[in-house]
């Protein structure tokens, strides 16, 4: 009552409502300091993005630039898949090239990169050509009458070497008297081993594995799943055939054929499922094949063992 008589009431209630107001004005100021810490936190992440992406960028340029050389115009004389009597009658040329001591360099190049100084200079103006080659083995004489690279199924590590002759390794281009040679799919399955040059077919199967689908929803999450384990299932499979072939079961000395522990096993075939090969393999690579086991197994052989020529 006394408040109210001396005019104190309204005060404090103005006082009470300034009070609040101060309160929600200070926990403004508390979430936008938050705010403002998220946000720039943000900034640096995203500072940090365009660093990145400016030092990849400023990469692929110099690899564009090195790729391109000099001349933008700088073209391939020609190129040409070689395999079979073809492959085999140019290898012979180069093997037949004869020249004073360190007369002829061959250099293994792994990638656009690692293209070393012998070849650098050997190439001249046409080095860049050798890194678009690359991986590739790489021919020259120091006459120029010579002047190749080869992209063979299996690229050595990186070596350069001047010589009287070119270092070229047949197990570079061929199958050897140990190679075996395994395709995959999803669905799919063959195995072959060389004799004397040429691709015998061992054995084969083919899965029941559901094709693609696209109803989507539950009914899709269950087909894939289901996909999925029969995929498992046949991979199993394949891995039990190479088992038995590679490494012989209780069942080999009654004459079932086995390659021994000297096998050099190639195992060609889909993306998606070599993975699943790649420690017991010594090469794998992707190949496109269609048809049954053996016509596969054939044309995915024909597709691995070919050599690439550069005329440089």
């Given amino acids: 009552m006394l408040d109210e008589l001396l005019g104190r009431a309204e005060l404090k209630a ?26 720039a936190r943000a900034r640096q992440e995203a500072e940090k993005e365009v660093n990145r992406l400016e030092d990849r960028i400023t990469e692929l340029e110099d690899r564009v630039e090195r790729l391109s050389g000099d001349d933008d115009s700088l073209e391939f004389r020609g190129t040409e898949d070689l395999r079979g009597d073809r492959l085999r009658e ?15 360099l061959t250099a293994a190049v792994s990638d656009d990169r690692s293209l070393p100084a012998a070849a650098e200079s050997a ?22 009458l010579v002047s190749v690279a080869l992209s063979p199924p299996r690229q050595p590590d990186d070596f350069d070497r001047w010589s009287d002759g070119f270092d ?17 799919r999803g669905d799919l399955f063959a195995l072959g081993r060389y004799e004397d040059g040429d691709l015998e077919f061992v054995e084969g199967f083919e899965s029941d594995v559901k094709s693609a689908h696209s109803k989507g929803g539950f009914s899709q999450a269950r087909f894939e799943r289901i996909r ?5 299932d046949h991979l199993d499979r394949c891995h039990e055939a190479l088992d038995e072939f590679l490494d012989g079961d209780a069942d080999a000395g009654s004459g079932a054929e086995t390659a021994g522990d000297d096998a050099d096993l190639v195992v060609l075939g889909e993306r998606t499922v070599l993975g699943e090969f790649r420690d017991r393999a010594a090469l794998t690579a992707t190949v496109d094949a269609s048809g049954d086991p053996e016509a596969a197994l054939a ?6 063992w070919t050599t690439r020529l550069y005329r440089l």
């Fill in 168 to 184: 070229l390794d047949p197990a570079w281009l061929h199958p050897t008297e140990t190679t075996v040679v395994a395709l995959v």
């Fill in 228 to 232: 999925e384990g029969q995929i498992d």
């Fill in 299 to 304: 044309e995915a052989s024909r597709e691995f």
């Fill in 14 to 39: 103005r006082i009470a409502e300034l009070e609040d107001e101060r309160d929600a004005l200070a926990g403004r100021l508390e979430g936008e300091s938050e705010r403002r810490a998220e946000a």
């Fill in 90 to 104: 140019v290898l012979s040329r180069l093997d037949s090239f004869s020249t004073d001591a360190e007369g002829a």
């Fill in 123 to 144: 190439f001249g103006d046409r080095a860049p050509l050798v890194r678009r080659a690359a991986p590739c083995v790489a021919l020259t004489d120091d006459a120029g």
